[in-house]
């Protein structure tokens, strides 16, 4: 019987990624089959519901405004939009509604007063609500908790070295802190990160080394396969092959048995074969809908044929755990703060983000 440890090392970790693959697929599935159904697979949906225009600088992101990548912005899209996505994403299977703003923080305001009124929004449709909203304070991340919040996403994207070789605008310790702001609530964690940026073999381990170590362990995990977008900085990245993929779910599967890893972007890239076979090596959890925030996701059809074909049955919401209350905002016992928390902002040149911005600059 496997239990969930928290002190994996590096080394153990890449003992475990490098074995001979068809002993990692037998050693992933048969933890898979120990902690959750294996035909069972949550489908979320992810709402952009403020896009681009973004101040940071992650290398991978279209959405950062100092990159041309032709991402159009919009501002906070309204409750009752919100809404409506999320009842076309329920009637398509969806049973989790994500919804990502392209910001650096959240600041108490109007505007996030709004976000909170669509987590109480979708989480009376019986849905489970997940935030992506960058770094949050304590206070806040109680305020979405009192709102019905259910999940809250903030990925590490790769280790705490090769981060730095990615993003320069803010800290790998601030993630962290986010995140432990986060499980200072009821809200689950939801962290993970990208593969394909570029990094070693060593900094997908020492990711999950960041995220294994963390107790509790985060509840998702989403593993992304880099979608190369032109006019990012990593616009000329190789896409990663599916057996990096497959060796990455696998590994992650073993290290954090409990989690729902979620086979996240890059899933245009792969066959239905590849993706039945990360299923089979421990994935439990897609995204649907034909966009990924800014870059292209399989057709939610195609994923039913393919949920069909392999025997697979959409997750039913709050099937890990139950429902959050919504307190609404009349009643709620936490004010806005008017924090202004001291984010760190290292802001040390990355060659290939400052070439990005200066194409950008001459283009524009
Ligand atoms: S990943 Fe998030 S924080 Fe980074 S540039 Fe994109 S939207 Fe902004």
Redesign the pocket.
């Known amino acids: 019987m496997s239990t969930t440890r928290h002190n994996w090392t590096k080394e153990e970790i890449l003992d475990i990624y490098n074995k001979p693959l068809m002993e990692l697929l037998y050693e992933a599935a048969t933890v898979h089959r120990l902690h959750h159904d294996p035909n069972t697979v949550q489908v979320s949906t992810l709402v952009s519901i403020k896009t681009g225009g973004?101040?940071?600088?992650?290398g991978?992101?279209p959405?950062?405004a100092r990159y041309n990548t032709g991402v159009e912005g919009n501002d906070l899209m309204s409750v009752q939009q919100v809404k409506a996505q999320a009842l076309r994403a329920k009637s398509n299977g969806s049973s989790r509604v994500c919804m990502g703003a392209?910001?650096?923080n959240v600041k108490d305001g109007e505007e996030f007063d709004q976000v909170l009124e669509m987590v109480r929004t979708i989480n009376k449709l019986d849905m489970e609500v997940c935030c992506t909203l960058?770094m949050i304070t304590e206070n806040q991340a109680k305020r979405l908790a009192e709102a019905g919040l259910y999940a809250y996403n903030h990925n590490l994207d790769s280790s705490e070295e090769y981060y730095k070789q990615v993003?320069s605008t803010?800290g790998f310790e601030d993630r962290l802190q986010t995140i432990d702001n986060v499980r200072k609530t009821n809200v689950t964690v939801c962290s993970g990160g990208i593969i394909g940026m570029g990094e070693k073999v060593e900094d997908r381990a020492g990711m999950l080394v960041s995220l294994s170590t963390l107790n509790p362990q985060p509840e998702s995990v989403p593993i992304n396969a880099l979608v190369a977008v032109e006019g990012t900085p990593l616009e000329n990245e190789e896409p990663v092959s599916i057996w990096e993929m497959i060796r990455m779910v696998a590994t992650t599967r073993i290290v954090m048995p409990e989690t729902q890893v979620r086979l996240s972007a890059g899933r245009t890239q792969m066959t239905r074969e590849g993706q039945a076979m990360c299923f089979f090596a421990g994935a439990n959890s897609i995204f649907a809908g034909d966009k990924l925030l800014t870059t292209p996701n399989p057709d939610v059809n195609e994923d039913m044929k393919m949920f069909e074909e392999l025997g697979l049955t959409p997750q039913k919401p709050f099937a890990k755990k139950v429902q959050p209350q919504t307190v609404e905002a009349s009643e709620s016992q936490y004010q806005p703060l008017g924090e202004n928390p001291k984010w760190t902002r290292p802001d040390h040149k990355i060659e290939r983000n400052e070439a990005a911005k200066l194409k950008a600059k001459a283009v524009k």
């Open positions: 973004c101040s940071e600088d992650c991978y992101c959405q950062a392209a910001w650096r960058g993003i803010r």
